[in-house]
């Protein structure tokens, strides 16, 4: 939309009195308002998110459902186990860099105060570390995903 079309809108909002007009184009939205007392309206321009976003989320609760009636058996079988768990949101790394070693495997034995991994976010790389000794028995997370606080990384056996 024009600069000039949108000037011409406002005026023709303004001659016709309504107190607000919402348009919608493409990929964006127009909202003028006008009150009696002012002479100028208020413009208010906002561009729309792409719509990939909120597919996402929403298929997220379909798989949590799906999930949900294995959870138990899973929950028996893990419950001797210690869940090591992200402090931070970030994208979550396996390695310090692309051309150095996994920090840990499944069956790797670690002690209190290694790397496990490394967690990025705002382009800062967090080295989280085990507070606990034991066996790595399962990695939760693919490399180079994104990660939310809380979530469970690994599951170590401290036996």
Not at 56 to 71: D, F, G, I, M, N
Not at 124 to 144: A, R, T, Y
């Amino acid at each position: 939309m024009e600069l000039k079309e949108i000037q011409n809108l406002i005026k023709f909002v303004a001659a016709t009195g309504v107190a607000e007009v919402k348009l919608e184009i493409d990929n964006v939205k127009i909202t003028i308002k006008t009150t009696l007392g002012e002479s100028s309206p208020e413009i208010t321009y906002l561009q729309q998110a792409p719509m990939a976003q909120p597919m996402q989320q929403a298929a997220a609760p379909v798989q949590a459902l799906a999930q949900a009636p294995a959870a138990p058996a899973q929950e028996d079988e893990s419950s001797k186990y210690i869940t090591v768990k992200s402090p931070i949101i970030g994208t979550f790394y396996r390695k310090p860099s692309p051309d150095k070693p996994m920090f840990v495997e499944v069956g790797t034995s670690i002690g209190k105060g290694d790397v496990l991994c490394v967690i990025e976010a705002m382009k800062l790389f967090n080295e989280i570390e085990s507070e606990v000794s034991g066996k790595i028995v399962k990695i939760l997370v693919d490399d180079m995903s994104p990660v939310e606080f809380d979530q469970p990384l690994f599951l170590v056996d401290p036996s």
